[in-house]
């Protein structure tokens, strides 16, 4: 059975750290490119970072602005995002998602969300 699952979620106030993990199972983890993904009351799904399969390659959505670092651990078979200098506006409900292309199609699997909320 697929699963990812979050973790490390919760209050935190402006300016603080959070650290969210995404433990994977049921799959080949090292063959899958993860992604994390937030998504605040009322607005789109938005991209924050990518890591590919060997971690030797990130990638960020603009809003981060260097805030942010993914990065995973394929012997834990784990994904894991620090966020730093916390802003209100980062308040989402934050998703891991495995991502492979497996032709002629994307295979992709989904955790359920963490909620992160930033507020004093």
């Known amino acids: 059975q697929v699963q990812l699952v979050e973790s490390g979620g919760g209050l935190v106030q402006p300016g603080g750290s959070l650290r969210l993990s995404c433990t994977a199972s049921?799959?080949?983890?090292?063959?899958?490119?993860m992604r994390w993904y937030r998504q605040a009351p009322g607005r789109e799904r938005e991209l924050v970072a990518t890591?590919?399969?060997?971690?030797?390659?990130?990638d960020y959505g603009d809003s981060m602005n260097g805030r942010f670092t993914i990065s995973r651990d394929n012997a834990k078979n784990s994904v894991y995002l620090q966020m730093n200098s916390l802003k209100p506006e980062d308040t989402a409900v934050y998703t891991c998602?495995?991502?492979?292309?497996?032709?002629?199609?994307?295979?992709?699997?989904w955790g359920q969300g963490t909620q992160v909320t930033v507020s004093s």
């Open positions: 998602n495995a991502r492979r292309w497996s032709w002629p199609k994307w295979v992709e699997y």
């Open positions: 049921g799959f080949t983890f090292s063959s899958f490119g």
């Open positions: 890591i590919s399969t060997t971690g030797a390659s990130t």
